[in-house]
């Protein structure tokens, strides 16, 4: 199982990042996905799932109506639209999956959110 993040950066508080996950390995479709972050000195956070077939998703209430998280099944892929970025959405952001038990972590993208 592989997970790979890309599209983090530097950007001014208000403005917009769009992190990509691409997955190999496993069967992608049958398995819901997350983005998790974690800033410094603080515990790892769940940001976002969306489950196996994209109909449904969750957001942590911090990121409600700023963050969008979607998924491609036909390119193995998912991602997370964020808007109206604030300092505090500065962290490193993981993919991850759970597959029969065992929890699958990209290695991460960095996100800074400059005030």
């Known amino acids: 199982v592989q997970a790979v993040e890309s599209g983090g950066g530097l950007v001014q508080a208000g403005g917009s990042l769009r992190l990509s996950c691409a997955a190999s390995g496993f069967t992608f479709i049958l398995y819901n996905m997350d983005w998790y972050r974690q800033a410094p000195g603080k515990e790892r956070e769940l940001v976002a799932t969306?489950?196996?077939?994209?109909?449904?998703?969750n957001y942590a209430d911090s990121v409600k109506g700023r963050f969008t998280i979607s998924r491609d099944n036909a390119k193995n892929t998912m991602s997370l639209q964020m808007n109206s970025l604030k300092p505090e959405d500065t962290a490193v952001y993981y993919c991850h999956v759970r597959r029969l038990g065992v929890d699958y972590w990209g290695q991460g993208t960095q996100v800074t959110v400059s005030s």
């Open positions: 969306v489950s196996s077939g994209g109909g449904s998703t």
